[in-house]
């Protein structure tokens, strides 16, 4: 797909949510700066690189706008390709230097630091080993300090982990999504929002982060 074509795709529709839902945020996921510059004139509010930053003028785009950024890992993929025997001596230490790496690019071109994420992107450049890695070691993430945003809904770590088709995925991303939010995860991109929400209010609450909705027994 090539760039006229992208913008045909997304942009018209980030123009109509915007219209309907002036107060959303509007997340726009593109690599390519021609489309990152079309969907914030649309009224995008955030940018979400899934590869890796292989448009340098992408951040500048996302400065020049005042919106927020998305710095995810996907080693050393090209846009739109899969992974096949990917390597890396220490997975989480690749995905933490590129992705501070491309921090330390956005700010440098003038993004606002405070509207920076980085995301280990699950699948991307990553076989399923890996992607079990980084979940269970997602805590050297959010030890930067910088926000981390985890996508997990139905993805194929989670199939092939529980040998389960997309349809059958759901627990399984809710227990890498309770996994990834002890560990501190800030944003999650989800398929199954409701689902998603309790878990996450779960693992607040047993973290003591915040109280029950409701709490009555052995009181009354």
């Known amino acids: 797909m090539d760039v006229a074509e992208e913008i045909r795709r ?18 726009v996921d593109t690599w390519r700066h021609e489309v990152a510059r079309e969907a914030c004139l649309a009224g995008a509010d955030l940018l979400n690189d899934t590869w890796g ?35 890396y001596p220490d997975v989480l230490a690749d995905v ?17 630091p405070a509207r920076i994420l980085i995301d280990a992107a ?16 997602l805590g050297e993430m959010t030890a930067t300090g910088w926000p981390v945003l985890v996508s997990l809904s139905n993805k194929d770590f989670v199939g092939e982990t529980l040998d389960a088709p997309p349809a ?38 047993i973290a003591g982060e915040q109280p029950p909705a409701r709490a009555v027994r052995g009181l009354a």
């Open 10 to 27: 997304s942009v018209p529709f980030v123009a109509a949510v915007r219209a309907a839902y002036p107060d959303l945020v509007i997340s």
């Open 96 to 112: 933490l230097g590129r992705t501070l790496a491309l921090a330390s690019r956005a700010v440098a071109d003038g993004v606002d």
């Open 53 to 87: 930053g292989p448009d340098p003028l992408l951040s500048g785009v996302a400065a020049e706008f005042g919106v927020g950024l998305v710095c995810a890992h996907a080693g050393n993929l090209a846009p739109r390709t899969r992974p096949f025997r990917v390597a």
């Open 122 to 137: 699950h699948d991307f450049g990553k076989n399923t080993w890996q992607s079990l890695e980084i979940t269970r070691r």
């Open 168 to 205: 059958g995925r759901l627990t399984g991303t809710l227990a890498a999504t309770a996994i990834c939010a002890w560990h501190g995860a800030r944003v999650f991109r989800a398929h199954q929002v409701l689902q998603t929400r309790e878990v996450l209010q779960m693992v607040s609450a």
